[in-house]
């Protein structure tokens, strides 16, 4: 049980270029979601998913596309990287349901250069 | 809209002293879920406890110690006897129910409190 499982640890990226996060689970959950972590910002949302095939906003959308084709994965597509988006982005997933306990990714550090 | 607010941006004690954490939350919502997280200095998130709007209880692990109080939204969380180990950053977060059918769908975030403890 690998639980969630991000890949790559660490990517660096030029301006304009496009990329996908991936993320990926094994505990069968409904709900997962991208957070962003930018220093003194704490974690914000980005984008998440209740099930495969439904998607929605949190609170830091743009530039970012998301879709949930499976249970299990959840990308996080950059179309257009700019260097707002360097931050470590983590991934978690969670049963929808209780406990409610969120499980997180070990995180992605991206540097848009 | 739910707010987090964890003003301590960092704190330091010498080891073996008590800690306590400040986490302030704001909602609408009646029924909303608490957490605490801790990110040590190697990045990853440990999910530390999970608290519910309708228990009150305060809760007691270890050294570890949660005080939740609605009337003043608050969720305080203290360490006592510190140890180096507990070096890392502290996350407090609330979650409310984003689609009638669903529960915990977002988690709103503090902006963390650095707590360094010094040999």
């Known amino acids: 049980n690998a639980g969630v499982t991000q890949t790559p640890k660490f990517q660096v990226l030029k301006t304009g270029q496009s990329m996908t996060l991936q993320c990926a689970q094994d505990m069968n959950h409904e709900y997962m979601s991208w957070y962003r972590q930018d220093p003194g910002m704490g974690l914000r949302l980005i984008h998440y998913s209740v099930g495969a095939g439904i998607t929605d906003q949190g609170e830091v959308p743009n530039g970012y596309n998301v879709s949930r084709s499976t249970t299990e994965d959840f990308p996080l597509r950059l179309l257009s990287a700019a260097p707002s988006q360097t931050s470590v982005y983590f991934c978690a997933s969670s049963t929808g349901s209780l406990p409610y306990e969120q499980y997180f990714g070990p995180g992605t550090r991206l540097t848009v250069t | 809209a739910q707010k987090v607010t964890q003003a301590q941006t960092e704190i330091s004690v010498v080891e073996k002293e008590d800690v306590t954490l400040d986490c302030v939350y704001e909602?609408?919502?009646?029924?909303?879920?608490l957490f605490w997280y801790k990110q040590p200095p190697s990045g990853e998130l440990v999910f530390l406890i999970r608290?519910?709007?309708?228990?009150?209880q305060n809760e007691i692990s270890g050294r570890y110690s949660w005080n939740f109080q609605k009337s003043t939204s608050s969720f305080n969380f203290t360490i006592t006897a510190s140890q180096v180990v507990d070096s890392a950053v502290y996350f407090c977060a609330l979650s409310v129910r984003a689609r009638s059918n669903f529960g915990n769908e977002k988690l709103t975030f503090g902006t963390g409190t650095r707590l360094t403890i010094i040999p």
């Open positions: 909602t609408r919502d009646t029924t909303y879920y």
């Open positions: 608290r519910n709007s309708f228990d009150e």
